[in-house]
């Protein structure tokens, strides 16, 4: 979704319980892959903001993004699969059997 009250952000439908909280030394809580300039700058539980100024070109509303977060741990704990892309299309979903599930 892009946000009208701030033109150079995109939010997007995933937060800190699928990318993870912790930040990159570098800033940032993962990286947009073939957006280079786009940054991930913010992130709530549900929702992460990415601040696309340096942009030539905004992605779409409905456009797909590419993330990979900064580690994996919370995105494997909090999950029951991934899916895996090949050429992109998704392929198959890997499922994660030894995620969390605190006792």
């Known amino acids: 979704m ?4 701030v033109p150079h952000q995109v939010v997007v439908d995933a937060g800190s319980k699928t990318f993870t909280s912790d930040e990159h030394p570098d800033g940032g809580h993962g990286s947009i892959i073939g957006r280079p300039g786009a940054e991930f700058a913010h992130i709530n539980e549900e929702h992460g903001y990415i601040d696309v100024s340096a942009l030539d070109e905004r992605p ?3 456009a797909h993004l590419q993330i ?3 580690h994996a741990c919370g995105c494997m704990n909090l999950h029951d699969g991934v899916l895996a892309v090949r050429d992109g299309v998704v392929d198959h979903l890997i499922r994660i059997a030894a995620r969390g599930l605190v006792r």
Do not use: K, R
């Open 2 to 5: 892009i946000s009208d009250s």
């Open 60 to 62: 779409a509303v409905g």
């Open 68 to 70: 990979v977060p900064n």
